[in-house]
């Protein structure tokens, strides 16, 4: 009997595995483009009803309910959910009525297809929700699945061309707020939770769906269009009074502005959002719920212009996305760079009437080109639109080419084909995909009805190819000093045989004049008939406007010049292009440096001065030699210290002190330093706040100050929010002077329980990487080299980038380059997307290497 019973089990099971006969083409870990097209042929009119039973001990699972109906036109193969989380999550599932056995592998939920029928099937699933993306915290948790991790907390179809609605009841402790992308329909109390039932959702993708819940403060308002709901948990009053009103105004502002441009009303039935602390993302679009990084909404009077439109910028980026992104989705994550092109092109636009003061094409060059620039130059580079077998390496997309390449690319292509004719292709773009799904190349067939441009053709290199062109002038004059003939060279960067088609303007220099010329560049030589016969000017002034991409020629003789340059605009794009030809080899690190010292002490823009701020440091830590390091610390000290002295406005004071911030390592900024952070010295149109405190206080524990133990201590005590105190209580050790408590912090991040805030890691690796610091921390390279893939695995998806640019790519050192060779030479087979971030974070480590070796 007992034989027989083990005969016919083995039996069953064998006859079982039959039925699901899964494809290898479809069943792969993750989710493949494969899968993703069938189950958009096989599966339609989806929709979920879930529940979460979320306790108060967040050690303890969530246990949930997930009922899916849809509609079925294909029943050759099985059902396949996805589902990365281990099968004894799934408690038991049932359909149409029937109970069945749970199958699960490679990530995917399988059911036989026995038990499907053509048309409607209702799926029932009980199961514990993954807790990988529920970012859950003692008293609030939030999700976060762009791009694949709606698979990591319940059963789904997790593709963007798979819109769905979703109909929620979430059960949470009474003291809790609860928001989700829908409108509360009833609650009701027991004991010490409250059930919350949620109206049916707005189709969305997977990515979209979302919800917050958590001991949050409640304000709700209506600027304009209708009532709004902000969580929040920021407890500085200061802040709160300031802020409030202009976070719920710039929302107003910026529906107004897209209902305009795009001629269609907001589609979707509410608009709330939440700020988050330690966010992993300024913030995230999901539909009828966004969410954002606290800090960066929250500021007080304090708070510069640029923190200021950085605010706006960024709610103006995610408003954008109800339209980009929301409405009208990706059919598959390798045209995400679409949702976040328009979201941020669209946030430009918004802010421009919001800001007068601003000069808004000079933010557009300051905002876009440097990052741009700093994954395009290097050997990771990539196109805007890159391929994407499997859905699990979306993450892998995200980056500076998506958000500040694209954005400069988008403003080409509006230029060439003017904008009254761009933005009537954008609306009918919006009229023909409004609720569905749409890629690139649906653009580009309506854009194309628009213009004569052949727009085709002209993205071939902007959209599907990678690098930058490094343009070249051939400039000859006749015996009278008159320009005779003016050519412009282009060659792609990475020897490639791509020619970039671009408008953009030269400035030709004159003692009492500037001659502006538009050029139009169209192949690998452009004559420019229009200068010749002008005089010779004193200097060539490349990209004046700041449309063209590229690194342009730069008069090494003259670069006094870039500093009185009266054009905002072709001044700030001269000193980016300056610091561009001195990681190319053109120009000498020292000579920019003077070039940038002279810069900052003239400047009155507060954009530029912030540019030069941060060129100095680059220029200073990465590519400079230790020699010159020593010769140039005291005047760059004391250049910025002085500053703080002079009759300056706010914000440029600001920017100053954060200059001297960062390099008052001698005794006497240290001392200084001490002096600001105790309130011994107070500056005039100086304002710092408590976040500003707590830096001085972390920068002096790295500059090793004598009381920093002390100073630490009293800065711990007089933090007021608890979830900064928590914060600060992480980075403690990375701060200690004792070298033994930073290893064993560094070891601790071994563990992905210690990695749950992203944000506090990146900082603490900054702390752990200080140049000062490197001598003893070098040691760890390899460990954070060789943890980056398990980062990757359970991080969120700028994790991996950031991890490394913290790591490693604070380093210019011979050791470090060997770390990294050594790194490649053992691990042939490294993920190729891995290898892609890892070389866009150490492109400063490759450059400093060569110019150092030149330099000496």
């Keep these: 009997m007992r034989i027989s019973s083990i005969l016919l089990c083995f039996l069953w099971m064998a006859v079982s595995a039959q039925e699901i006969q899964p494809s290898d083409a479809l069943v792969q870990e993750g989710v493949s483009k494969e899968l993703a097209s069938f189950r958009k042929k096989q599966l339609s009119e989806v929709s979920y009803n879930l529940s979460f039973a979320i306790p108060k001990d967040k050690e303890q699972s969530i246990q949930s309910k997930l009922v899916v109906q849809l509609k079925i036109s294909d029943v050759n193969q099985p059902l396949y959910f996805d589902f990365n989380e281990k099968k004894e999550s799934l408690q038991s599932m049932m359909i149409n009525g029937q109970s069945i056995t749970v199958f699960h592998e490679k990530e995917h939920l399988i059911i036989p297809k026995k038990w499907l029928k053509l048309g409607q099937n209702i799926i029932e699933i009980e199961f514990a929700a993954g807790n990988l993306s529920l970012n859950r915290n003692s008293d609030y948790l939030y999700t976060l699945l762009v791009p694949d991790r709606a698979r990591t907390l319940f059963p789904c179809f997790d593709q963007p061309d798979i819109k769905a609605t979703y109909t929620m009841v979430i059960t949470a402790p009474k003291e809790w707020e609860v928001l989700t992308g829908a409108v509360v329909a009833e609650q009701t109390s027991q004991d010490d939770f409250v059930t919350y039932h949620f109206k049916k959702s707005d189709k969305m993708s997977t990515y979209l769906f979302s919800f917050v819940a958590g001991k949050f403060a409640k304000v709700t308002m209506n600027p304009g269009h209708f009532n709004m709901t902000m969580l929040y948990r920021e407890s500085d009053t200061a802040k709160i009074k300031a802020s409030s009103n202009v976070i719920f105004d710039l929302h107003e502002k910026s529906l107004s502005f897209l209902e305009k441009y795009t001629q269609r009303p907001f589609p979707f039935q509410k608009f709330d959002f939440a700020t988050i602390p330690a966010h992993p993302f300024g913030g995230m679009e999901h539909v009828g719920a966004i969410q954002y990084k606290e800090s960066t909404l929250f500021l007080d009077n304090s708070a510069t212009n640029t923190e200021k439109l950085d605010r706006g910028k960024l709610i103006a980026h995610e408003t954008a996305h109800t339209w980009f992104g929301n409405l009208v989705t990706m059919k598959w994550f390798d045209d995400v760079w679409m949702k976040e092109v328009f979201a941020n092109f669209m946030a430009d636009k918004i802010m421009n009437p919001t800001f007068p003061e601003i000069n808004h094409d000079l933010q557009f060059v300051l905002a876009h080109y440097p990052a741009a620039y700093g994954e395009d130059r290097s050997a990771g580079t990539h196109p805007i639109k890159q391929t994407l077998p499997n859905l699990k390496n979306a993450g892998s997309l995200y980056g500076s080419i998506i958000y500040d390449k694209a954005p400069i690319m988008m403003r080409q292509l509006e230029t060439a084909m003017g904008a009254d004719r761009f933005q009537k292709g954008i609306q009918k773009y919006m009229q023909r995909f409004a609720n569905d799904n749409a890629d690139w190349n649906d653009l580009v067939v309506i854009l194309d009805q628009e213009t004569p441009l052949n727009i085709k053709k002209w993205s071939k290199v902007w959209v599907n190819q990678s690098s930058r062109p490094l343009l070249n002038d051939v400039v000859v004059y006749d015996a009278k000093n008159k320009i005779k003939s003016f050519e412009i060279h282009q060659k792609a960067e990475d020897g490639s045989s791509n020619v970039?088609?671009?408008?953009?303007?030269?400035?030709?220099?004159?003692?009492?004049?500037?001659?502006?010329?538009?050029?139009?560049?169209?192949?690998?030589?452009?004559?420019?008939?229009?200068?010749?016969?002008?005089?010779?000017?004193?200097?060539?002034?490349?990209?004046?406007?700041?449309?063209?991409?590229?690194?342009?020629?730069?008069?090494?003789?003259?670069?006094?010049?870039?500093?009185?340059?009266?054009?905002?605009?072709?001044?700030?794009?001269?000193?980016?292009?300056?610091?561009?030809?001195?990681?190319?080899?053109?120009?000498?690190?020292?000579?920019?440096?003077?070039?940038?010292?002279?810069?900052?002490?003239?400047?009155?823009?507060?954009?530029?001065?912030?540019?030069?701020?941060?060129?100095?440091?680059?220029?200073?830590?990465?590519?400079?030699?230790?020699?010159?390091?020593?010769?140039?610390?005291?005047?760059?000290?004391?250049?910025?210290?002085?500053?703080?002295?002079?009759?300056?406005?706010?914000?440029?004071?600001?920017?100053?002190?954060?200059?001297?911030?960062?390099?008052?390592?001698?005794?006497?900024?240290?001392?200084?330093?001490?002096?600001?952070?105790?309130?011994?010295?107070?500056?005039?149109?100086?304002?710092?706040?408590?976040?500003?405190?707590?830096?001085?206080?972390?920068?002096?524990?790295?500059?090793?100050?004598?009381?920093?133990?002390?100073?630490?201590?009293?800065?711990?005590?007089?933090?007021?929010?608890?979830?900064?105190?928590?914060?600060?209580?992480?980075?403690?050790?990375?701060?200690?002077?004792?070298?033994?408590?930073?290893?064993?912090?560094?070891?601790?991040?071994?563990?992905?329980?210690?990695r749950v805030k992203a944000p506090w890691v990146i900082s603490a690796l900054g702390y752990l990487n200080h140049p000062l610091r490197q001598g003893s921390s070098q040691k760890h390279l390899r460990f954070c080299l060789d943890l980056v893939e398990e980062i990757q695995r359970t991080g969120d998806l700028f994790f991996p980038k950031r991890w490394l640019t913290a790591s490693i790519g604070r380093y210019s050192s011979n050791f470090a380059y060997n770390v990294v060779a050594v790194f490649f030479k053992e691990n042939p087979d490294f993920s190729p997307v891995l290898k892609r971030k890892l070389l866009q974070a150490t492109d400063g480590l490759y450059r400093a290497q060569k110019i150092k070796r030149d330099t000496e």
């Design 500 to 754: 970039w088609p671009q408008i953009f303007e030269i400035g030709l220099v004159y003692p009492d004049s500037v001659k502006v010329i538009k050029v139009r560049l169209e192949g690998r030589v452009t004559k420019l008939k229009e200068a010749i016969g002008l005089t010779k000017p004193n200097v060539i002034i490349y990209n004046y406007n700041g449309y063209g991409y590229g690194v342009f020629p730069v008069d090494a003789f003259n670069l006094s010049q870039i500093a009185v340059i009266p054009n905002e605009v072709a001044r700030a794009y001269s000193y980016i292009n300056l610091y561009e030809n001195v990681l190319t080899g053109k120009i000498t690190p020292i000579m920019a440096f003077g070039c940038f010292l002279k810069g900052i002490e003239m400047e009155k823009n507060e954009l530029i001065v912030r540019l030069l701020s941060g060129q100095l440091r680059d220029i200073y830590w990465m590519y400079f030699t230790e020699k010159q390091q020593q010769a140039n610390q005291k005047g760059l000290e004391n250049l910025a210290y002085e500053s703080l002295k002079k009759d300056l406005p706010p914000n440029i004071k600001k920017i100053f002190f954060g200059l001297f911030n960062s390099i008052a390592y001698s005794e006497t900024g240290k001392e200084r330093l001490f002096r600001i952070w105790n309130k011994e010295d107070v500056f005039n149109n100086l304002k710092l706040n408590e976040d500003d405190y707590a830096n001085i206080a972390m920068d002096l524990a790295v500059f090793q100050h004598p009381k920093a133990v002390e100073i630490m201590e009293k800065t711990r005590l007089s933090t007021t929010n608890p979830d900064k105190q928590k914060r600060l209580d992480f980075l403690l050790p990375s701060l200690s002077d004792d070298q033994e408590v930073r290893d064993a912090f560094m070891l601790s991040l071994k563990e992905e329980k210690n």
